[in-house]
């Protein structure tokens, strides 16, 4: 398990820039987040929560919840998009990822407020997703969604996503991409964070 700083990882967030001009932000999720981020998730809609944790969930559990506003542990990432809506920073998305160092193979999943659904959040998160992926060394990206999500699979086709079948359940859908881009190309919070790291480690 690796130890994380909450103020260094304030230091590291990404703008994102939608196709109607307005920003949101990715930042990791904080301990703090907690309560939002469980107001986040009750209120998408049934089928937006089902097909985000590929099952009927009304609310995230107190474990899974504090796994969520822990960055770090286990190797699982989460990070939020916020928006500042009528003056107020309102949660708008979430992703939660993680690296299979034996493979290169970066895992995530993500959700869109339902009413902000359509307007460029999911094609910017996941752009934000495959910087994060490169800056870890991923070769390759992957999910998995349900067949019946057609939401997910039109924004992943846009986005250059290849469709797979899923090896275990036939009701999956399997979704990944290439990874081509190299450190220095990469302009995300993560890739920065990931070098401050790696210096601080070599100089141990």
Request: glycine share 8%; with cysteine; aromatic share 8%.
């Amino acid at each position: 398990m690796r130890a994380f700083r909450l103020d260094d990882l304030r230091q590291h967030s990404d703008r994102l820039t939608l196709r109607n001009g307005r920003t949101a932000t990715v930042r990791f999720v904080e301990p703090g987040d907690a309560q939002g981020l469980q107001a986040y998730f009750r209120s998408l809609s049934v089928r937006s929560r089902y097909n985000r944790f590929l099952g009927a969930m009304s609310e995230l559990s107190e474990s899974e919840l504090d796994h969520f506003v822990h960055v770090g542990e286990r190797d699982r990432f989460s990070v939020v998009v916020v928006m500042t809506i009528d003056g107020i920073e309102s949660i708008v998305g979430e992703a939660r990822y993680g690296l299979e160092s034996s493979t290169a193979r970066f895992e995530f999943g993500i959700s869109i407020d339902d009413s902000l659904q359509g307007q460029g959040i999911g094609s910017a998160l996941l752009r934000n997703l495959e910087c994060r992926a490169a800056a870890l060394g991923a070769t390759k990206m992957f999910a998995d969604t349900l067949r019946s999500n057609d939401v997910m699979m039109g924004v992943a086709r846009k986005s250059g996503f290849a469709f797979t079948r899923h090896p275990d359940d036939w009701k999956l859908v399997r979704f990944e991409k290439e990874i081509d881009a190299v450190p220095q190309e990469i302009p995300c919070a993560s890739w920065r964070l990931v070098a401050q790291q790696n210096a601080a480690h070599a100089m141990i």
